[in-house]
């Protein structure tokens, strides 16, 4: 999905949450992780607001970016431990 502006997807009902954390989140991971990374956690977050969805539950969009998003961060040398 490169070149996919994930900013304005919307995937039933599901889109990134319009605010400036989300924001500053998108930005980092942008300019930390590979697309390949970057695509990755985008679409985990929609598949996981899509199963929460399905399942009934109630989350925060906001906590549930941020925590896909980040999920693989450490995979990146600038950002692992030793």
């Known amino acids: 999905m490169t070149g996919t502006d994930y900013a304005t997807l919307n995937v039933n009902g599901v889109t990134i949450p319009d605010s400036k954390l989300a924001r500053a ?3 980092f991971v942008r300019d930390t992780e590979n697309d390949l990374l970057f695509n990755h956690s985008s ?16 989350f925060n969009p906001e906590l549930l970016y941020a925590a896909t998003m980040f999920h693989d961060v450490g995979l990146m040398p600038s950002h692992s431990s030793p």
Request: net charge positive.
């Open 43 to 58: 679409r985990v977050y929609f598949f996981g607001a899509l199963a929460g969805q399905q399942r009934g539950l109630t």
């Open 25 to 27: 989140i998108t930005e």
